[in-house]
């Protein structure tokens, strides 16, 4: 068997907004006026802040294009893009963005025309979450080069505290906190098993995810507030930390000697210190001082997702991390998420000084490959990827749910166990791919609240043998085949052995402004996925991913206010239905001629259920039986549900038998259109 070769830090790229502003200015800017000793208390002197010219998915952008300045490698040589960040405030006035996704608009900004993209959402751990999902595909031989970005311009939050906070307990006072930033890194698989990520390990812990609620204020000041159970949430999270760990150090064999550095969230100096505390009085001795402990929130404060690789950046230039350290990364998130990974640096250090000093790019010995995100699932592992059990909400229980986005997603999670071998308690992920959501929630994860709900592995030791990780996939309604793809590598490359995928839909502007909606059919839907017994059994064959981006701006969602009040602005081309039935075929072509499909073995197409004229008008538009299209859709689209709804037609109504193979059609903003071949 051949050595490891583990996931490394090729380059990294981080961008600070110009401006700086000191804790006493953050103060005396309160309303309210508050005797609260931020600095002392903190340790955060100041911090740097956008939203003049910048918002984040500009600092996203700069931060790629520092990391790729670094790389060896170019635009059009990356083939995965996860974007991270929890804020997606994107342009003045509070334009906080839906569709398309970050992902999306980057890839098109920044031409990386070879590049899957996709959103994930997962409160401060996202970017390690970005990191854990791209060490996936990796690791599985899916992609070989991979950008895991996130813009994070949060600063916001604490100009609605300053009006809002009433004293010094108030629970917005967190936002007091936040730092805005950019990072971005290009991941890839290194020569060995000495450098890189010796492992990554991360799980949630639902029980606890109401301690930190990001999402739209109710009050006149407009914008998004924070509220955060800064007691609790820093009593479990630094807690389990500290045994989690623990725990790795003994899977990875480190003593004391192998950390050179040890990087947990920068939130404040309190915590940074109490972790430390408890460490050390596990191990009876100073294993953490001075010397490896970072703190790094003097002059950056709270910059959410992007903390860890801040402080990298920072320890980098000053000369502090050299070639060959070993750093002990310890995550935490509202959710809450925990995680731990040890990494070993090969001559990043090195390389991101010369260049700071010179100028000097890496240069690039290695050849660009295919599109490899459409490879076959089944060339690594044997048995193919498939879906176990399903559950959608039937329409006799459609009145029975409330019209929410965790109550449609828990009851779809609910009908799918009563069909599966497995229980809330068995399952290792679980991914939300639901885009609209109540009040505009932004923090926790919709899963992590969803984990809390069904009580799978809600509250576990750190060293418990088995957790739930999860986390929500956020690319319009192609989010599904999104979630289910990222489920296949996870699985792929033994970081789970099954997942609970969920998707959910609401209409925001239903009380609101009831005539400009979506038109989505407010419903939820769930599947779990395992591997298939046999290698040539049932499950997904392939994934393929296409993109029309010169259609990107035919759509565009992003949350209006007014009065207090919030709504999705919606900004749709009449055509956009059109330009959708012209890209699809496309598609199609492309995708039968890469893989191969023999056209007369697709017993089943699973069209995106938008409408039933949409499902109608595409029949005529593809070179297949008119009578082979599952066609489930009323005057409502099914949205991030329609291929989970497909595919119960498709079962209960006689499409497909034992063996036949359908092909799945998903599209959505930006333009995307995704497409799987399924084996039944």
């Known amino acids: 068997m051949s050595e490891k070769q583990n996931t490394i830090i090729e380059s990294l790229g981080v961008y600070l907004p110009p ?4 804790s006493k200015e953050i103060m005396k800017q309160c309303r309210q006026k508050l005797k609260y000793p931020m600095e002392r208390l903190t340790g955060i002197s100041s911090r740097h802040m956008a939203g003049d010219v910048e918002f984040a998915i500009d600092l996203a952008e ?26 997606r405030y994107d342009g003045p006035n509070f334009q906080f963005s839906f569709e398309p996704s970050t992902s999306v608009r980057l890839r098109e900004q920044l031409g990386m025309p070879n590049a899957l993209c996709f959103d994930i959402s997962n409160a401060c751990a996202g970017m390690f979450t970005g990191v854990h999902i791209a060490d996936a595909f990796l690791q599985s031989g899916l992609v070989d080069k991979a950008v895991v970005v996130s813009g994070e311009y ?53 029980e606890y995810s109401d301690c930190c609620i990001a999402k739209v204020t109710d009050s006149e000041a407009g914008g998004a507030i924070m509220l955060t159970d800064s007691l609790r949430i820093h009593a479990v999270a630094i807690g389990e930390s500290v045994k989690h760990v623990v725990n790795m150090l003994k899977k990875v064999e480190w003593n004391k000697d192998n950390m050179q550095h040890f990087i947990m969230h920068q939130t404040a100096r309190s915590a940074i210190s109490e972790l430390a505390r408890q460490f050390n009085e596990f191990y009876r001795e100073q294993v953490l001082d001075k010397t490896n402990m970072v703190y790094n929130v003097q002059n950056r404060g709270n910059t959410s997702t992007t903390t860890h690789f801040v402080a990298i950046w920072d320890n980098i230039i000053n000369n ?18 925990l995680g731990t990974a040890p990494y070993t640096f090969d001559d990043l250090p090195e390389r991101l000084r010369d260049y700071e000093e010179n100028g000097t790019k890496p240069a690039n010995l290695t050849v660009v490959g295919d599109e490899s995100q459409n490879e076959e699932l089944n060339h690594r592992r044997g ?17 029975l749910v409330p019209t929410n986005a965790l109550a449609l997603a828990s009851s779809a999670a609910g009908n799918c166990f009563a069909h599966s071998k497995y229980n809330p308690n068995d399952i290792d992920l679980l991914i939300h791919s639901g885009v609209h959501r109540d009040e505009f929630l932004s923090e926790p994860a919709i899963a992590a609240l969803l984990a809390g709900d069904l009580k799978t592995n809600a509250v576990v030791n750190a060293d418990a043998e088995r957790k739930t990780f999860a986390y929500d996939v956020i690319n319009g309604s192609v989010s599904f085949l999104n979630a289910c793809f990222n489920a296949a590598a996870m699985i792929k490359s033994n970081k789970a052995e099954n997942a609970l995928v969920v998707a959910s839909e609401i209409e925001n502007n239903t009380e609101l402004r009831p005539d400009q909606l979506v038109g989505l059919m407010e419903t939820g839907s769930a599947v779990i996925i395992d591997e298939s017994d046999d290698q040539d059994g049932e499950g997904f064959i392939s994934f393929h991913f296409k993109y029309f981006t010169d259609h990107i701006d035919k759509y565009y969602s992003f949350i209006g206010q007014g009065e207090g009040k919030s709504f999705l602005d919606i900004n749709r081309d009449p055509k956009l239905l059109a330009f959708f039935i012209e890209c699809i075929p496309e598609a199609v072509k492309s995708i039968m001629e890469e893989s191969g499909m023999d ?11 938008i409408s039933k004229e949409f499902v109608d008008e595409l029949r005529g538009k593809l070179d297949f039986d008119p009578e082979i299209f599952v066609n489930v859709a009323g005057d409502k689209d099914y949205f991030t549900s329609s291929t989970a709804y497909a595919m119960h037609a498709a079962r209960e109504q006689g499409f497909v038998e034992k063996g036949d ?3 799945i059609i998903n599209v959505g903003t930006g333009i995307q259109v995704a497409g799987a071949f399924y084996q039944f």
């Not at 401006?19 to 000191?22: A, C, D, G, L, N």
């Not at 502090?320 to 998420?337: H, P, Y």
């Open 320 to 337: 502090k991390i050299q070639n060959g350290d070993s750093v002990l990364f310890a995550i935490q998130a509202s959710g809450v998420t």
């Open 19 to 22: 401006k700086e502003v000191s």
């Open 62 to 87: 700069k931060a790629i294009k520092m990391c790729l300045d670094r790389s060896k490698y170019t635009a059009d040589e990356i083939e995965l893009v996860i974007c991270c960040n929890i804020s």
């Open 383 to 399: 048995r193919r990827i498939r879906v176990e059990s399903l559950g959608v909400i039937p329409d006799s229980e459609k009145a």
């Open 661 to 663: 193979i359908g092909l």
């Open 599 to 609: 056209p007369n073995k697709i017993k089943a197409i699973l069209p995106p259920q």
């Open 154 to 206: 949060i600063t916001h939050l604490t100009k609605t505290a300053q009006y809002e906070i009433t004293d010094e307990r108030d629970e917005r006072m967190a936002c007091l906190t936040l730092g805005d930033s950019g990072a971005a890194m290009v991941l890839e698989r290194g020569k060995d098993n000495k450098t890189g990520f010796h492992q990554i390990d991360m799980y949630t812990l639902g």
